[in-house]
């Protein structure tokens, strides 16, 4: 009772504003980066002269089969060990191999009414620097949400431990830039990046590689 009393005389406590303002914060930073998540980002060919302010560009990589032709020589050599110099078009083709053709009369899997999936990621090179990106579907039905969401990293390569990784110099997901939030980067590299599928062949030679660089358009992997 005395407690109620002095609550109602002398408002809340100190530490009770201070909950609360810390919690309006956190909605805060919430609201905005579900904001900017889904807010679109602009498709071109490449880099406009003079960007738009708060407009997150994205250069789809390319996939010509014409410059992909030595993709399967290319990749025979490297598991057995030989160093091998890529181009977008034969990283493209080979995270994105054609499907197979649906059977007649298949039924497809039925949707997940809510979920995160993320697809096949697309390469781009440019001036030395490696651009990932990964297409997510967000699918909500409670919310009425069914958007694809463009999961961008740009950066380099760098050992860590016994093998070489991607390093992401930035990153956004939509048009959120996740490295401005706080463990954010590492949670969206193992969600998105490092739990697409590699096949074993290829993982076990990137395990024995003594190099990787990213120079002008062009991805080198180099065998000791």
Same mark, same amino acid.
């Given at each position: #009772? ?19 303002? %810390? ?15 889904? @807010?679109?980002?602009? +498709?071109? $060919? ?8 708060? #407009? ?17 020589? @290319?990749? @025979?050599?490297?598991? $057995? =060990? ?10 493209? &083709? ?12 298949? &039924? ?17 090179? !440019?001036? =030395?620097? #490696? !651009?990932? +990106? ?10 009425? %949400?069914? +958007? ?7 950066? =380099?390569?760098?050992? !860590? ?7 992401? @110099? ?19 590299? $193992?969600?998105?990046?490092?739990? !697409? ?24 992997? +180099? #065998?000791?």
């Amino acid at each position: #009772m005395r407690k109620n009393f002095d609550r109602a005389r002398y408002g809340p406590s100190w530490f009770e504003v201070s909950l609360g303002a %810390l919690l309006s914060v956190a909605l805060g930073i919430v609201l905005a980066a579900a904001f900017f998540i889904i @807010k679109p980002v602009a +498709t071109v $060919k490449e880099l406009p002269k003079e960007p738009a302010v708060g #407009m997150v560009y994205y250069i789809e990589g390319s996939r010509e089969y014409s410059k992909a032709r030595r993709l399967t020589a @290319k990749e @025979k050599f490297f598991v $057995k =060990g030989g160093s091998v110099v890529v181009n977008e078009d034969e990283l493209n &083709t080979a995270a994105n191999p054609v499907a197979a053709p649906v059977p007649p009369g298949s &039924t497809p899997p039925p949707v997940p009414a809510n979920m995160v999936s993320p697809g096949a990621p697309s390469f781009h090179i !440019q001036d =030395g620097v #490696m !651009q990932i +990106t990964v297409p997510v579907r967000v699918k909500a039905d409670i919310a009425f %949400l069914d +958007t694809i969401v463009l999961v961008q990293a740009k950066g =380099g390569f760098a050992r !860590q431990g016994d093998t070489f990784v991607f390093v992401p @110099k930035t990153m956004y997901v939509g048009s959120c830039p996740v490295e401005r939030l706080p463990l954010a980067m590492d949670y969206v590299m $193992k969600k998105f990046f490092a739990s !697409q599928p590699v096949p074993a062949d290829i993982a076990a030679a990137w395990s024995k590689l003594a190099d990787v660089t990213v120079e002008g358009s062009l991805l080198k992997l +180099t #065998m000791p």
